[in-house]
């Protein structure tokens, strides 16, 4: 980390990990390559998938300053906040759907 960075880049700078090592993504690479409910194929193509994954994010996290300067700030700001409420949708159905079975509700 650069001495002159402001409190906003140390903030944001460690965010990138969890997303890709997260413990979210630790327990499903765990549970879909388990050698008792998966076979050899499926653990292979889960860790194909895995690699392209990571390559898909190296070249993101590669390419972030070019484009930081093509969208700019409120393009970045923008985007961060549609994806927030992407995975905001996401959060709230996987929690409805979690109470419907907790109580025996009708789907």
Do not use: W, Y
């Amino acid at each position: 980390m650069p001495t002159d960075a402001s409190l906003l880049d140390r903030a944001i700078h460690p965010l990138a990990i969890p997303g890709i090592a997260g413990a979210g993504a630790i327990l499903t690479v765990v549970l879909l390559t388990d050698k008792h409910s998966r076979t050899f194929a499926e653990q292979v193509s889960t860790t194909g998938i895995l690699v392209l994954c990571l390559a898909l994010l190296f070249v993101l996290f590669a390419l972030a300053g070019f484009l930081f300067r093509i969208l700019g700030r409120s393009g970045i700001e923008i985007i961060s906040r549609v994806f927030g409420l992407i995975l905001c949708s996401i959060a709230v159905n996987g929690l409805i759907i979690a109470i419907k079975i907790s109580f025996h509700l009708a789907a």
